[in-house]
């Protein structure tokens, strides 16, 4: 089977725990641990047992940067393990890449944000003194395209 059908049970949890996120700021654990087991099993078959080593690896190591952030308050718990799922889909050789599309896509989501709390509510009368960014969304944007590019899709 070519990766790019492997990785696609864990491209459309993603898919639902960022649909999730954005409806309810909330990502159900067992929806991340399906997240876990479906992106590593996709890296074991894309790429061998050394391969899902190293984005274990990288899983423990994002998860250990997201359970500090949480305990700054920085991000949500959900979004450290959502995080920290989506590793495993990808080797520690490309973390930079996943942490980088994650963070264009956040930078994107915030800037949408702005425009529709601006644009849309303001204009309605309804004035938001703070709100949340539901990083789910970009974190499954970051696992699609840096999964789907080590997997060679595009």
């Not at 725990?17 to 309810?24: C, F």
């Not at 050394?50 to 994002?62: D, M, N, P, R, T």
């Not at 599309?101 to 849309?120: D, H, K, N, P, Q």
């Not at 696992?143 to 997997?151: D, G, M």
């Amino acid at each position: 089977m070519t990766p790019e059908i492997v990785f696609l049970p864990a491209a459309l949890i993603a898919v639902i725990g960022a649909a999730l996120d954005v409806r309810s700021r909330r990502i159900p654990n067992r929806l991340v641990a399906a997240l876990a087991i479906a992106a590593a099993g996709a890296t074991l078959a894309s790429f061998g047992w050394v391969a899902l080593g190293s984005a274990a690896l990288h899983a423990l190591i994002a998860l250990l940067a997201g359970m500090a952030l949480f305990a700054l308050r920085a991000i949500g718990g959900g979004d450290a393990k959502f995080y920290s799922a989506a590793a495993f889909g990808v080797p520690l050789s490309g973390a930079l890449g996943l942490l980088a599309f994650t963070a264009i896509s956040g930078l994107v989501a915030v800037v949408a944000m702005l425009i529709w709390y601006r644009g849309f509510k303001m204009s309605a009368g309804k004035e938001r003194r703070s709100w949340t960014l539901p990083y789910g969304l970009p974190i499954c944007c970051g696992f699609l395209i840096q999964a789907y590019s080590l997997a060679g899709f595009f």
